[in-house]
């Protein structure tokens, strides 16, 4: 009976070190870090901030049997710049990372990120033409590519139908002009009360950026070593913008009265609309009238484009799993399953021709009763103009709104821009000694 019992308990030990053993030797899986912060790039409220990151894993570990990708939860935009900051003075580097505009430059200054010029011309599965030109174009900078991009975000002009209709004034085509657009928001700037105040207006949230674009304007050169304020068309866009504000006499439409429906235009980006228009915000916002949407008047010079921004992933130059990092990175940002379903679930645009162009996409507005024309969309990512993302950027608009925002529409506005581009030029050349 011992004995039996010894053999029994020396069976079981053999087993237990046999497995222990097997555990042990086990192949270990390989680990690529990603790096990402909660929430939205574009300031609106998102639910479910990883949902579509949490599909793209699946995927991903699904097709590459051994890689697991991990990521650290609960980081906030504000602080992220900062905890990669640590991660960076530490060595700890993620294999590859959402990266901010503003940090954009200095990473790649400091030997950061690394180049993917070879990834795109080697990879025989990858065709960087399925992305938006401008939109891919995001992610380089002085001639070489360092990043993809994983979120577009168009900026529209929505039109209150409801109060054009009220007021008997047609909707624009969508090729208008300045001038256009200037008669119709002087006939709808009206003083009904005849309180000596309007209790309509034409245009809440566009500015000066707004008309440059769509007037041929290149504001900055995209290294942000030159600005090119002293132009006419610049000038001609300043003129226009001022003579828009002279009809509300110079008072700034307050967001109270957009709110209302007091305001037939406003600029508002793809994920402003998209989350304002959906549940619980609708029931607060935007309840009282109907939208459409329409692209950005032109200019004499210009056409009718506005501004894209984009959300941009990168590979660590430190990494020591690029081929896989490059792997995952396609996975987020080529994949048209995966970017299908951020167009579906999330308040942003995709990346990819193929996926909003897709009949899915299409029926997206559907549901909605103020129908987006995806086409619209589609034309506006195609013919948009890409956000500059060189270090400095948001101090030089800042300093340039606050000069432009002091002009009125008698001032000699030519001098005023000649002065300006000294000031700006004197400006970029000490940001460019800080980086």
Known sequence: MRKNRKVFLTAI???AVIGIFFYICRPKDTVIEFAMFNGSNWDVAVQESYSVIDKAIEKFEKE??????????????????????????????????????????NYINLGLIENLDRYVMEDRSFDINKYYTEIAN????????????????PTLMFVNRTLLEKLHVDIPSNDYTFDDFYRICRMITLDRDLDGSPDYFG????????????????????????SYFNQDKFAESIRFVKSLESL???????????????????????????????????IKKYTGFAWD?????????GNNVSMIDSLDIAISSRSNKKKLAWEFLKTLTYDTEIQQTLYNEMPVASVLKEVMESKESENIFKEDEDIIDS?????????????PKFSGYEGAISLVDSKISKLNLG?????????????MSKYLIQERGKT
């Open 13 to 15: 030990l053999f087993i």
């Open 64 to 105: 590459h049997k051994g890689v697991k990708i991990k990521y650290s939860g609960g980081i906030q935009k504000e602080d992220y710049s900062e905890w990669m900051s640590e991660r960076i003075l530490k060595d700890k580097m993620p294999d590859i990372f959402m990266v901010l505009d503003e940090d954009f430059e």
């Open 138 to 153: 995001s992610g380089v900078f002085s001639g070489h590519r360092y990043a993809l991009p994983y979120e577009a975000m």
């Open 203 to 226: 245009i809440y949230k566009y500015d000066w950026i707004n008309a440059a674009l769509s007037n041929d304007v290149e504001i900055f050169s995209k290294d942000g070593k030159k």
């Open 248 to 282: 509300n006499g110079n008072k700034n439409i307050t967001k109270e009265q957009f709110d209302s429906g007091k305001v037939a235009f406003s600029q508002m980006s793809l994920a402003e609309y998209r989350t304002y228009k959906s549940y619980p915000y609708k």
């Open 293 to 301: 949407c329409i692209p950005m008047p032109a200019g004499n010079s």
């Open 375 to 387: 086409k619209l969309i589609c034309h506006i990512l195609e013919n948009g103009i890409a956000k």
């Open 411 to 423: 001032d000699d506005i030519e001098n005023a821009l000649r002065i300006l581009q000294r000031q």
